[in-house]
């Protein structure tokens, strides 16, 4: 049986990934944490669904931890590796950067190292559209230069992109990269911006409308983000680039991919979309722009649909009522 590691198995990603595999009958193994960024039992009850498949083992633990990940590798041999492992969100960088620095540098470096040792598998790592910073050349391609980023999360995502990189290039390692874009769905994370608006208004509460509003996301629904990760899984990079606008680099089997819906929303929308699903008018709170956030993402997917033949097709109007009927389930509101 072919087995995938898969780290930050109790995160929203992580699980979601995690089910993919297990139902294609893969043997997973999923490292985590349980930090408390946010409730950790939103992890434990993911991490319990996944323990009902005979499949899956769980191992709790840092990423960062010197020789944990080397053992992982040693005793299961994965094909596949997928590193979703890390401090997220953009905003709490600015209070506890040295978070990130544990988590994404010296996490992903004890991967890269685990690999080194262990190789034949492929990596396919986390990053962001963060990563794409300053850049105002929109839609954001994967070959456009990207050095300016706007936060530390975005910074320690966009050196994880090097590090693989060099180890790909020294170690014949075949790595992929992913830049996520604003992901969301059912089981999704607590600090992003539908769980809380949905959070806000069946309290009765107000929503922060952040840039009074003047914001434009490229919103990904998880249902797409994990079938163009299973299908990159299995798209191995080597010499051969797939077109002019691939990422593949010219000396390693790496290359960084963008996984978006390619076709951003406006925040009104969104929020429109939220209301219409529960069913309430939401009290708005404008605000400033926040530290670290940029105006607008929007996704180049030409190179995902190049390597996988896939495309996102899910809309807010089809993904938001997933979301809401989950939470309206899971917290019996
Ligand atoms: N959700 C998004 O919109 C989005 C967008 C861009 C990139 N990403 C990236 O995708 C990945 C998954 O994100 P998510 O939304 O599922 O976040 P998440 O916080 O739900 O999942 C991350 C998981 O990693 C675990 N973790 C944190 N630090 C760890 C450590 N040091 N060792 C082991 N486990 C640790 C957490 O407990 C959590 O379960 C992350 O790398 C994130 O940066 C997410």
């Known amino acids: 049986m072919n087995t995938a590691l898969i780290t930050g198995s109790a995160g929203f990603i992580g699980y979601h990934c995690a ?15 349980f930090s408390d960024y946010y409730d950790p039992q939103l992890k ?4 319990a669904m996944l323990a009902a498949y005979p499949g899956y083992k769980e191992v709790e633990g840092k990423v960062e931890t010197p020789g944990l990940l080397m053992d992982l590798f040693a005793e299961h041999k994965p094909a596949h590796v997928v590193h979703l492992a890390a ?25 890269l190292e685990a690999a080194r040792a262990h190789p034949g598998a492929h990596l396919l790592l986390a990053s962001t559209s963060s990563a794409y910073g300053a850049n105002e050349k929109m839609p954001y391609a994967e070959t456009d230069k990207a050095d300016a980023q706007m936060s530390f999360y975005a910074a320690t995502k966009k050196a994880t992109e090097a590090m693989a990189h060099s180890y790909a290039h020294l170690y014949d390692l075949p790595v992929t990269m992913f830049r996520f874009f604003t992901v969301y769905g059912p089981w999704g994370r607590p ?10 208004m069946l309290n009765g509460d107000p929503i922060d409308v952040y840039n009074h509003g003047q914001m434009r996301r490229d919103f990904t629904y998880i249902d797409d983000l994990v079938e163009a990760v ?3 899984a299995d798209a191995r990079p080597t010499a051969t680039a797939a077109g002019d606008f691939d990422s593949l680099s010219p000396v390693a089997p790496f290359r960084i991919v963008n996984i978006g819906k390619a076709k951003p929303d406006a925040l ?3 929020i429109a979309e939220i209301e219409h699903s529960l069913g309430l008018e939401a009290k708005k709170n404008m605000m400033e722009m926040q530290a670290g956030d940029v105006p607008a993402t929007w996704s180049d997917t030409r190179l995902l649909e190049a390597l996988t033949g896939y ?21 019996d509101v």
Do not use: C, H
């Open 230 to 232: 299973r299908k990159l």
């Open 311 to 331: 495309k996102a097709t899910t809309e807010l109007s089809d993904g938001i009522p997933e979301f809401v009927t989950w939470y309206r389930t899971y917290y």
């Open 19 to 33: 089910r993919r595999w297990l139902d294609d009958g893969w043997q997973v193994i999923g490292l985590d944490s």
């Open 191 to 200: 600090d992003m911006a539908l769980f809380k608006f949905v959070k806000a």
């Open 44 to 47: 434990r009850d993911r991490a």
């Open 87 to 111: 401090q997220a969100g953009v905003r709490y960088s600015i209070e506890a950067p040295r978070t990130y620095l544990e988590a994404n540098i010296q996490g992903t470096f004890e991967l």
């Open 268 to 270: 009104g929308d969104f």
